[in-house]
């Protein structure tokens, strides 16, 4: 009994010399006014740094956007999923510095634009036949620009064929540029407009080329292969292709006048990114 004794005596003084040695638990306080806060973990399991008054409150929510603004953006990938608005706001995030000369020469009524700050770029807005106040009316094949003088066009024509009368005759200046009649018609209109496109841009400048890829007569049109071989003439280097995919089906792929169904129906988009010279540059 009393080796026990002096084993449970001698385990004492060992435990208590470990727990002496030890530093002393201090409460953690408030980053803001120093009152002793409670210990236990605050939202996302971090350690809580402010107290629940309201100046300390609103110097928390301070300290998350400071946080916030500093974390580096998300990367730009090749898929969006959205509408053009996005695709556009995703590749001017990567592809436009401030102050570029950025010519949309089919501008429309700006729907491209939408959650894009085009005041960081000196703008230049044009369209066959403008529908919106302000913006420029030419004939993206014959462009008022000096050659050499402008860093980014943006490019997107007619792209969907409708032979007859179709309803892309009326819409889109449909009627004025394809005659909306073939894929072969929309093709050359394709590449007159990158070639004026090619002489208005500086060396290193960029093209953006919206297209799709169609069905015409039963048989597959690789418009998006079509126009990389165009750009490839033109002596311009492929840097990017972008995937625009919508958020929902459209109403093309929902139905169609077609009894039997020969082809995957074509929900997605591309934007091209052409860049002049790069074929020299790169060898």
Not at 141 to 150: A, D, I, K, N, T
Not at 189 to 211: I, N, Q
């Amino acid at each position: 009994m009393a080796a026990l004794t002096y084993a449970e005596n001698g385990f004492c003084h060992v435990l208590f010399d470990i727990m002496e040695g030890m530093p002393e638990t201090v409460s953690p306080t408030c980053a803001r006014c120093g009152i002793p806060i409670s210990p236990s973990p605050g939202r996302g399991g971090r350690p809580r740094q402010f107290c629940d008054t309201p100046e300390c409150k609103r110097a928390r929510h301070a300290e998350s956007e400071r946080t916030r603004r500093h974390r580096p953006p998300p990367p730009v990938v090749t898929v969006t999923f959205g509408a053009n608005d996005h695709l556009i706001a995703d590749a001017a995030r990567l592809y436009l510095a401030d102050g570029a000369v950025v010519a949309d020469v089919t501008y429309g009524q700006g729907r491209f634009w939408k959650k894009t700050d085009t005041s960081r770029y000196r703008f230049l807005a044009s369209d066959l036949e403008p529908s919106a106040p302000g913006i420029l009316a030419a004939d993206f094949r014959s462009l008022p620009y000096e050659s050499g003088s402008v860093d980014a066009v943006v490019f997107d024509p007619p792209y969907i064929h409708s032979p007859g009368a179709g309803m892309y005759a009326a819409r889109y200046n449909g009627g004025a540029t394809t005659t909306a009649n073939s894929h072969a018609g929309i093709m050359a209109v394709y590449l007159s407009g990158m070639t004026e496109a090619a002489r208005v841009l500086r060396d290193g400048g960029r093209l953006w080329v919206k297209c799709k890829d169609t069905i015409a007569s039963e048989r597959q049109c690789w418009s998006h292969i079509d126009i990389h071989e165009m750009a490839k003439a033109l002596g311009m280097y492929a840097r990017d292709l972008f995937l625009l995919v919508p958020a929902a089906p459209s109403t093309v792929a929902a139905g169609g006048r077609w009894p039997r169904q020969l082809h995957a129906r074509k929900v997605h988009s591309y934007l091209w990114i052409f860049e002049t010279g790069g074929y020299r540059r790169r060898g």
